[in-house]
């Protein structure tokens, strides 16, 4: 299974930006996907993650509730991140996950058995 990330870049505060994660050897419809992020000097942080229960799936930072959405669209077999109001705080490389087990609300990225390559997210102040 590949993971293959587009979107990101940069963008001022208040911004925002989709970021994709298409998925190649697995129908995304089938399995949990997430996103986290890493800032420089910080740990890996989860966003949101999405499974396979019909219009119940999506879990997310409580922080980040709101400002970020997670989706997914089957027949392009690709998950999207949607980013509005971002901050400068906000920028990290954002990576897209995908885990075997469609019914996970884990937020433990160890629980993921496969990821994108990452993509950078810079917000300017």
């Known amino acids: 299974v590949q993971l293959v990330q587009t979107g990101g870049g940069l963008v001022q505060t208040g911004g925002s930006l989709r970021l994709s ?30 499974n396979t229960w019909h219009n119940r799936g999506s879990y997310y930072e409580d922080s980040l ?8 669209d089957n027949d392009r077999n690709t998950a999207y991140l949607d980013l509005t109001d971002l901050r400068p705080e906000d920028s990290a490389v954002y990576y897209c996950a995908a885990a075997e087990d ?8 160890g ?13 300017s102040a």
């Open 111 to 123: 629980d993921y058995d496969y990821w994108g390559q990452g993509t950078q997210v810079t917000v």
């Open 21 to 50: 994660c298409a998925a190649a050897g697995k129908r995304i419809g089938t399995v949990t996907v997430a996103w986290f992020r890493q800032a420089p000097g910080k740990e890996r942080e989860f966003i949101a993650g999405l």
């Open 65 to 72: 509730w709101g400002r970020f959405v997670i989706f997914r």
């Open 102 to 109: 469609g019914n996970s609300q884990s937020r433990n990225g």
